[in-house]
C-alpha cells in the first residue's frame, strides 16, 4: 500500500467537503453535532492540519518497521473480515497491521480521512473470535467512514506531547484543543460502535468483544456477569469519580455496552436487519446522550 500523503490536496478536499462516503445514517448525533463545532475551531484546525504533515513519518516508518501487514496471502482469514466490513460500510478495503502487542486487546485507526490504516494489537486475536475481530474491525471502518481519523491522530498525538516532559509548558495552548477533542472522540465511540454492530449483526459478539476488554483474560471471562457488571455503571453516576471521565477519550466501558444495546432495540438498526418496531431516532439520541453525559 502507497500511502499519498498530498497535503495541498488535502485542505483542498476539506474545503469542499469532499471526502469520502459518510456514515451520518447511522452516526450518533452527539458525534456530529461536536464535529460541526470543531471544524469552526481555529485552533483545532491547525492542530489538524499539523498532524498531517506529520503523519507520512509516523506511518510510513515506524510502523512499517515495527508492525506485521495483513494481505491475501499473509493472515488471509483476518483480511476476509476486513473486506467484509469494508463491504458493509461500503468504504474501501482499508490496511490493516499487527503489532505485538500481547498486553492489552486494542485496535485504532490513524492516518487522514483518505489514507488511514488500522492497527490492531496482537492480543485481540487471541481473545476474541471471528464475530468479535468483526465488530472490532467494522468499529474501526467505521472512523474511516465517518472521517474521523485525522481527528483521533491528531488527538493521539496531542496526547502524546502532554504526556512528555515539554508537556508541562505547552499545556496552555494544547489543553484547550485536547479537551475539545476527547469531548469529540468519546462521541464519536459511540458512532464507531454502531458500525461494528452493522457489520457484526450479533449483539451478544459485540458485547463480548467489550467484556474482554474489561477483564482482559479469557479465563475470567467465562466468570463474568454481564449483568453485575453493568451495574457499576448505575453506581458511579453520581459520583465525584465521573469527571475523571472528561480526560479520557473513550466513555466508560459499561456506556458504551448500554448504548450499543439502545442501538440494537432501535427502528433504525432493526430495519437495518429487515425487522420492524424499535426505538425511534428521536427516542435513540436522546436516551444516549443522557446516557453517556459526564456533567
Known amino acids: 500500500m502507497v500511502m499519498n500523503f ?50 507520512k513519518s509516523l506511518l510510513s516508518t515506524n510502523l512499517l518497521g515495527t508492525a506485521v501487514k495483513v494481505g ?3 493472515f488471509p482469514r483476518i483480511q476476509r473480515i476486513v473486506e467484509e466490513c469494508a463491504t458493509t460500510l461500503g468504504i474501501p478495503t482499508p490496511q490493516v497491521y499487527i503489532v505485538p502487542n500481547i498486553a492489552s486487546v486494542n485496535a485504532m485507526t490513524f492516518g487522514t480521512d483518505d489514507d488511514a490504516v ?6 485481540t486475536f487471541e481473545h476474541l473470535n471471528d464475530e468479535e475481530l468483526k465488530f472490532v ?48 472522540s468519546r462521541a464519536a465511540e459511540i458512532t464507531c460502535d454502531r458500525a461494528g ?3 457484526c449483526k450479533d449483539a451478544r459478539a ?20 454481564m449483568d453485575v457488571y453493568l451495574e457499576q455503571l448505575g453506581e458511579g453516576r453520581d459520583g465525584v469519580g465521573r469527571m475523571g471521565e ?9 456506556k458504551r455496552i448500554e448504548s450499543l444495546r439502545l442501538f440494537a432495540a432501535s427502528a433504525l438498526y432493526r430495519g437495518s436487519q429487515g425487522l420492524d418496531g424499535g426505538l425511534t431516532r428521536e427516542e435513540l439520541e436522546a436516551r444516549t446522550t443522557d446516557l453517556i453525559k459526564v456533567i
Open 206 to 225: 459485540a458485547t463480548n468483544s467489550f467484556a474482554k476488554l474489561a477483564i482482559g483474560s479469557r479465563r475470567l471471562f467465562n466468570e463474568m456477569d
Open 6 to 55: 498530498d497535503f495541498g490536496a488535502y485542505v483542498e478536499r476539506r474545503k469542499t467537503g469532499v471526502a469520502g462516503v459518510r456514515g451520518e445514517g447511522y452516526a450518533f448525533e452527539g458525534d456530529l453535532k461536536v464535529l460541526r463545532a470543531m471544524r469552526r475551531m481555529p485552533a483545532v484546525e491547525i492542530a489538524v492540519a499539523q498532524t498531517v504533515k506529520l503523519t
Open 246 to 254: 472528561l480526560q479520557m477519550s473513550h466513555p466508560y466501558l459499561t
Open 118 to 123: 488500522i492497527i490492531v494489537h496482537a492480543a
Open 197 to 199: 454492530l452493522l457489520c
Open 137 to 184: 474491525i467494522g468499529h474501526e471502518c467505521g472512523h474511516i467512514q465517518n472521517n474521523h481519523v485525522v481527528y483521533l491522530t491528531t488527538l493521539y498525538r496531542l496526547q502524546q506531547i502532554m504526556q512528555a516532559a515539554g508537556g508541562v509548558i505547552l499545556a496552555p495552548l494544547l489543553l484547550p484543543v485536547t479537551i475539545a477533542l476527547q469531548s469529540w
Open 72 to 74: 491475501p496471502r499473509q
